[in-house]
């Protein structure tokens, strides 16, 4: 189980604390397009991509939009679901055969509560979505399609050779045509 190394290398766990979520967790394989969590659906479990990419997703009038893409060694969740107990405004899906390990979000929460260290693996996670999702919105609302586009191939050129082409247009702010136009001027 890669969570448990990763864990282990980036936050220095205890390995009490280690075997603790190690108990708890249960790993699945989900195929290309599977979906993990549909929107409007409440969880309680925080995902560990092990192997493979997910997208995070919403949908609008019958289309799925790319909200965020999560490959390995990455944590995807509904977080108004874990952390308020609402519906998840998103969904979860294989985009190729993914391995995920599902840890209940309560054991986190109870082990947060009486380790310090826990606690900090919480934070950083959560500071880690935050920033992203800021950096995310920026892009959006500042930068031209042309710049999101270099951006993301300078940042995340694997996905770019993993993920349909479909949804990285979904993903920024675009229409397919116009991501093949932009790549074409490439």
Request: net charge neutral.
């Amino acid at each position: 189980m890669q969570l448990i190394t990763y864990l282990k290398e980036k936050f220095r766990l205890s390995d009490d604390l280690l075997s603790q979520i190690e108990l708890v967790c249960s790993t699945k394989i989900f195929n290309k397009r599977d979906v993990i969590l549909s929107p409007a659906r409440y969880s309680k479990h925080i995902f560990f991509i092990e192997k493979g990419l997910v997208r995070i997703f919403y949908e609008k009038t019958d289309k799925k939009i790319t909200h965020y893409f999560c490959p390995e060694n990455t944590f995807a969740a509904g977080s108004e679901s874990v952390f308020y107990n609402k519906l998840s405004q998103y969904g979860i899906e294989a985009i190729e055969q993914t391995e995920v390990t599902i840890i209940p979000f309560s054991v986190i929460e109870k082990l947060a509560d009486e380790s310090l260290a826990m606690n900090k693996v919480v934070q950083q996670i959560l500071l880690d979505a935050l920033i992203g999702f800021s950096s995310r919105l920026h892009s959006m609302q500042f930068e031209t399609a042309q710049e999101r586009y270099q951006k993301f191939l300078e940042t995340n050129p694997e996905i770019l050779l993993r993920a349909p082409l479909g949804d990285i247009a979904s993903y920024l702010g675009i229409s397919q045509q116009t991501l093949s136009v932009i790549r074409a001027g490439k």
